[in-house]
């Protein structure tokens, strides 16, 4: 007979005594603690990794493992592994840190931002498709008002970002001259292309093979009028559409037609594979690669200064919030 029978069986005997009845019910709680011991230790000693361990608390709120790993699955494939899990959670502690000295100064967001923020993400990333975001939410293990916290918390971060870090508005011009030398190697303008593509069709095939087949067999003093020639009567065909792309960078296109252009003999076409889909490439011009002078990558210098200082400031701010906060590692 089992602890639980034994209890009631003693609750019902009309002999039993009050002593009796509580020995029953101590060994009944006894036996149930044990189990319960049993079963925690087992979980303790297996592999198995519970998705609300708590990986660290700030500010009286925990960070758990699930949170963790959703923002560190954002961060690839720049980052990986515990490179990436250690940035989540540093992040996701600070922005915590963040939110509470907003709601300590009594910040207030306006009272529909963060419906009409979520309304125009549903509209513009997910076409007003409900199902579709929902599907997104579910894959990354968050509910509708999961999401509509990151909302809010992320227009917190600008706010208190834009009112508490001063970006610097001046670079010199030496500091300018300073990151272009470090960097000279890096100031290079990629192998550019002009070039006429024509996407092939069931409709269209057979024209176009017939047409670039009369280019590839005739011997003409002038390729060039020749390949002009050519253009001038795919765009006359109804079913052709054929698209010119001016001084275009290599590095900027698909790695097929990248390659293509690059083995092609000037004013030819050639036909490409790119994934579904195939089309004709005719190559009209092609321009090396060259050394960009400083004039050209000033203001990008002066942006990418302006970024690393900002970045500077916003880190310093940030480091005095952690000191005051209260937040620890598990």
């Not at 089992?2 to 029953?24: D, G, N, Q």
Request: hydrophobic content about 40%; overall charge negative; proline content about 3%.
């Amino acid at each position: 007979m089992t602890m639980r029978k034994k209890f009631f069986a003693f609750l019902f005997r009309k002999s039993a005594s009050v002593l009796e009845v509580m020995r029953a019910f101590l060994q009944t709680v006894l036996c149930f603690a044990g189990c319960m011991v049993d079963a925690w230790v087992s979980a303790e000693e297996s592999d198995v990794v519970y998705f609300n361990n708590i990986e660290a608390e700030v500010e009286g709120t925990v960070v758990t493992f699930q949170e963790v790993e959703m923002e560190a699955a954002m961060l690839e494939p720049q980052f990986r592994g515990d490179e990436a899990r250690k940035m989540a959670l540093t992040s996701h502690m600070e922005r915590e840190v963040i939110v509470r000295e907003f709601e300590r100064n009594k910040g207030r967001l306006p009272g529909n931002y963060v419906q009409k923020k979520y309304d125009e993400i549903l509209k513009t990333k997910f076409g007003d498709d409900r199902a579709r975001l929902a599907s997104a939410l579910y894959a990354r293990g968050m509910t509708k008002r999961d999401y509509e916290e990151e909302i809010r918390k992320d227009a917190i971060e600008g706010y208190m970002f834009s009112h508490n870090v001063m970006l610097p508005s001046m670079v010199s011009p030496r500091e300018i001259q300073d990151y272009y030398d470090a960097h000279v190697s890096e100031m290079v303008d990629g192998e550019r292309a002009t070039f006429d593509q024509v996407v092939v069709t069931d409709e269209n095939r057979l024209s176009l093979e017939a047409v670039v087949a009369n280019v590839a067999q005739e011997k003409v003093s002038d390729p060039k009028a020749l390949y002009e020639e050519t253009c001038v009567k795919l765009r006359e065909n109804p079913e052709v559409v054929l698209n010119t792309m001016e001084s275009v960078s290599l590095s900027d296109i698909q790695p097929e037609i990248a390659e293509c252009v690059k083995s092609m003999d000037l004013n030819t076409f050639r036909r490409v594979e790119v994934g579904e889909h195939a089309l004709w490439i005719g190559l009209r011009s092609r321009e090396p690669a060259r050394s960009l002078p400083i004039e050209e990558v000033s203001d990008d210098i002066k942006n990418i200064l302006i970024g690393q200082q900002s970045e500077k400031l916003k880190k310093h701010w940030i480091e005095g919030l952690m000191a005051k906060a209260y937040h620890v590692v598990r």
